[in-house]
């Protein structure tokens, strides 16, 4: 990543090596990240993450919209359904 690049994680907390983030954080190899998952969660009050000011930290809320919300609760009964079908195609980790 060029220096003037943000790091955007809102997926997965473990996707991510958060001391080598850090470390690029500080030094200055990145400009910043905006967070919503982290490598342990709650992210601990002491992570070096929160005392950044190149970091912005979300508790793992980034899709807690309304829109968002009505969307999942209507995905999770058109997933409920298609089981109760014996169609478990869409949306299925473990097949």
């Given amino acids: 990543m060029k220096p003037t690049a943000f790091f955007i994680n809102g997926g997965r907390g473990a996707s991510v090596d958060e001391a080598a983030l850090v470390e690029a954080l500080k030094s200055g190899v990145i400009k910043g990240a905006g967070l919503d998952v982290f490598e342990k969660e709650p992210l601990p009050m002491n992570s ?16 807690a919209t309304h829109e968002t919300r009505y969307d999942m609760s209507k995905l999770a009964v058109e997933n409920l359904l298609a089981a109760l079908n014996g169609d478990l195609t869409k949306n299925c980790v473990n097949p």
């Avoid at 070096?48 to 899709?63: D, F, K, R």
């Fill in 48 to 63: 070096e993450l929160l005392t950044l000011p190149n970091v912005i930290a979300l508790p793992h809320i980034g899709s």
